[in-house]
Every structure is written in structure tokens, then in C-alpha cells.
């Protein structure tokens, strides 16, 4: 009795964030790389594939078992883009459309080798959504910093991902859920909008940002100790 | 805002998700706090390592042979062969009205054909059925010169492999019509009935544009 009308009011208390993402439409370069493609430009390919195979066998590798599959999985998503891209009609971003294809080839893949990621069954409070930011032991009783961070004899802004950070960054990586790692790498990794990474992953925005933010957390605390003591 | 709730939020903060209240907060909290200036540079950096990540990665040859060698291997979409029936005279108008009934529905299909018989209805008059027979008549004699020009447009687009713009098949059936109701205006007793002119003469111009349209989106894509 009560349940249909429960149901009403959440929805009408859905804020715009709850919504699906509207598709960000492909840009006038987009639709001209396409054209150049259908038309054999080599050059226009390969410089595509450069841009998000690296991108697309890490997100490929949230799904399956293992980096080979991953690989195996980027790849035949390149092959199923060649076929398509004729009729590829410009309703989302170029984009979005690949990642789109990988993440449902790498979803089937994944569910065959018995490692399903029901990514849209998840909500935000799950297992991730509850650690803080910040270990709370390095926080005051009042919520001040009782041990700060420091910064470090480089400027963050101008330290640069080679050596032992980027090894840092790499493992601090791995290391994540696959849920925050697929959030994080496109975002991040791939620089994709917040809208584009709901609409490849059918996520709401809310979702999104909780998961962004814990990976980012998670990230920065790893490299921490990096950014602090460097100096140059 | 303390420092601990400040970096709760520092994610959605680098990505403008705040409201203006919020946002002032977070300001004010920042303006009075190092630590927790230097929190959020360590997360800017954090962000921006991250976007360095994929860009030093190599793509395999093997990849990249394979993906070339698919792409030399595909059928070239403007010089593809189309299917035989497409040849044909009537195969562009046939292709073209598929695509449009796949885009818009039957239902929207069913609309327009609905609204047909009402004008036809309006232009036949009262009782007199050989009218309306008359008006379908000319209706189907406008599209039938309209298929012509677009036949042969298609055609030679194929031939010099050159990709039509998406007005030009629109253009070229609606120029055939206009063409038939020259024609008509001949033939036809009835031109001075301006129902009748406006429900079929005009009518059929319009509805060989809108399956030239149609036919924009199904062919090139052969």
C-alpha cells in the first residue's frame, strides 16, 4: 500500500545529480577524424589508438582476470571500432562511444571467466564509500590537523612522474578497488568528464564523485610521503 | 568547515561539484589554513600525476600492425559496392523509405499516411471518388519523375565516390517533384481546384524530399 507512493517521493526528491548523465554529443574534430579514418588515413587511426589503448586496457583490466585478457580485450574493441565506425553518427563523444564498446566487450569477457562487475547494482555506500579520506588518528578531537601534511622541497605543481613516484603511483594504483580504479582512470588517467565517465559506466554523477573522491584519496595518501620529501 | 571535513570534500572541490555556500566556506577555511593549503596542492598534484600515467605508455607494434592491417582489409565505405537492388531505379526510394520507417516507427509512418488519406478525402469533395483516385494519381506521378533524378544523382555520387551533403538528396528529389508538377500542371484538369493542388501537387513535392532525407541517411552508410 504504502510502497508506490514511498517510491513517488523519492523520486520527486531525486536531485539533478541522481539523473543520468545527458551524452556529450562528438565535437566537429570527432566527426572529421571519423571521416578521415573511413577514408584510410593511417596516421589518423594510429594517432587514436596511441591516445587511449594504454587508457582502455587499464580500465579492460577492472573486468577481467588478468592484464593478458585486458590486452586481448583492447584489442578487439579496436577491431569491433573499425567495423562500426560507419555508422558511428556522432550521438555521443568519439570518446565515449569506444570506451563504451570496451566496457561492455570486457563486461561479457569478464562474466565468462566467472568475474562479473555489476557496476550499476552498487550504491554509493559501499565498502569504499565508508573509509575517510584521511586517517582520522591524524586529526584532533575538533577535526584540526594534529599531523599535517608538508610540503616538500618541490613544489608539487612542478614534480614530475618518473622513477620511484611513478612506480609509487602505479602500485598505489593496482592497489585499488576495481570500481575506483575504473573511476579514477578514465577520469584522471584518460581526462574524461564527469558526464562522460557516467554515460561509459551507467553510473549516476553522485556515484561518481564518491568514488572519484575515495580513489583520489587513496592515491594522494600513497604518494604523500613522495611529494614531502622530494627536493630538488 | 574543519580540516577534516575540508578533506572530504577537496575531490569534489578541484571538480567545481559545490554549491556556492559551500564553496565560500571551503575559501574561507583555505585562506586561514597551510596545512590544509598544502593538503589540496598534494591532491592537485595527485590528479595531475595521475593524467601523466598513460601518456608515457607505448602501444605495442603488435597492436597497432594488427588495427592497420584491419583497417586496409575494410571495405571502403564510399566506393563499397551497393547491394543490386539499390541499382535499381526504385532501390534508392525503397532503401530510403526502410530507414525512415526504422528511424520514426511505424507508428509515425502510419501518421503520415493517415493525414494523406484526410487530405485526399478533403481534395476528392464531396461523392466524388474519381477525385481522389485522380489526386493519388498525381501524387504518385510527381514522385515517380522525382525518382529519376535521384536515382541518377545517387548514382554518379557512387561512381566518384563523393559523399553527398546532407541537403543535396532532399534538394534533388523535391527539384524532380516540382519538375512532375510542371508536367501535370499540363496534364492535369484539376490544377485550378486548389485543394486538390495543395493535397497532392504540393504534397507530393514535399513527400520526395522527405524521402530524399531518408535516403541521406540509409545510403552513404552503404
Not at chain 1, 562522460?196 to 551507467?202: F, H, P, T
Not at chain 2, 478525402?121 to 493519388?136: Q, Y
Not at chain 2, 541518377?152 to 523535391?174: F, I, N, S, Y
Request: hydrophobic share 45%.
Amino acid at each position: 500500500m504504502g510502497s508506490p507512493d514511498k517510491r513517488h517521493r523519492t523520486q520527486q526528491a531525486t536531485p539533478e545529480s541522481e539523473k543520468p548523465a545527458k551524452p556529450v554529443s562528438a565535437s566537429a574534430e570527432d566527426m572529421l577524424l571519423v571521416q578521415n579514418i573511413l577514408s584510410r588515413d593511417e596516421s589518423a587511426m594510429l594517432a587514436l589508438v596511441r591516445r587511449h589503448h594504454a587508457v582502455m586496457v587499464r580500465v579492460a583490466q577492472a573486468f577481467v582476470p588478468s592484464p593478458a585478457i585486458a590486452e586481448e580485450v583492447a584489442q578487439e574493441t579496436w577491431l569491433a571500432v573499425l567495423e562500426g565506425l560507419s555508422r558511428f553518427e556522432g550521438r555521443s563523444s568519439l570518446r565515449t562511444w569506444l570506451f563504451q564498446i570496451l566496457v561492455n566487450r570486457a563486461r561479457t569477457r569478464g562474466s565468462r571467466e566467472m568475474r562479473s562487475l555489476p557496476m550499476s547494482s552498487l550504491g554509493a555506500a559501499d565498502d569504499e564509500g565508508t573509509a575517510p579520506a584521511v586517517d582520522a588518528d591524524r586529526f584532533a578531537a575538533g577535526g584540526a590537523w594534529a599531523r599535517p601534511p608538508v610540503e616538500g622541497g618541490d613544489d608539487p605543481e612542478s614534480v614530475a612522474l618518473r622513477g620511484e613516484l611513478r612506480a609509487r603511483l602505479v602500485s598505489a594504483m593496482e592497489a585499488l578497488s576495481p570500481r575506483l580504479k575504473l573511476v579514477v582512470t578514465l577520469r584522471d588517467v584518460s581526462g574524461m568528464s564527469t558526464e562522460e565517465v557516467c554515460n561509459v559506466l551507467g553510473i549516476t554523477e553522485t556515484h561518481q564523485r564518491v568514488l572519484l573522491h575515495r580513489a583520489r584519496s587513496k592515491l594522494r595518501a600513497a604518494l604523500e610521503p613522495y611529494l614531502e620529501r622530494r627536493s630538488s | 568547515m574543519t580540516c577534516q571535513e575540508l578533506t572530504e570534500r577537496a575531490s569534489d572541490a578541484l571538480d567545481g561539484h559545490q554549491t556556492p555556500t559551500e564553496q565560500e566556506k571551503f575559501r574561507l577555511h583555505l585562506a586561514g589554513c597551510g596545512p590544509c593549503r598544502v593538503y589540496l596542492r598534494q591532491m592537485e598534484a595527485t590528479v595531475r600525476l595521475s593524467g601523466q600515467l598513460a601518456a608515457q605508455e607505448v602501444v605495442p607494434d603488435r597492436v597497432s600492425n594488427a588495427v592497420l592491417a584491419h583497417l586496409r582489409k575494410l571495405p571502403a565505405t564510399d566506393s563499397a559496392p551497393a547491394p543490386a537492388w539499390a541499382e535499381l531505379p526504385a532501390g534508392p526510394m525503397a532503401a530510403g523509405l526502410l530507414s525512415f520507417l526504422k528511424r520514426w516507427g511505424w507508428h509515425v509512418a502510419g501518421a503520415a499516411i493517415f493525414a494523406a488519406f484526410v487530405l485526399a478525402a478533403v481534395a476528392g469533395g464531396s461523392g466524388v471518388p474519381s477525385r481522389t483516385v485522380a489526386g493519388l494519381h498525381c501524387l504518385l506521378d510527381e514522385l515517380a519523375v522525382a525518382l529519376a533524378p535521384l536515382a541518377a544523382v545517387v548514382w554518379v555520387a557512387r561512381r566518384q565516390r563523393h559523399r553527398l551533403a546532407g541537403g543535396v538528396l532532399p534538394a534533388v528529389a523535391a527539384a524532380g517533384a516540382l519538375l512532375g508538377q510542371i508536367i501535370l500542371q499540363v496534364t492535369c484538369p484539376m490544377t485550378v481546384v486548389r485543394p486538390h493542388l495543395i493535397a497532392f501537387h504540393a504534397t507530393g513535392v514535399l513527400v520526395a524530399a522527405l524521402l530524399g532525407a531518408a535516403a541521406t541517411r540509409l545510403l552513404p552508410a552503404r
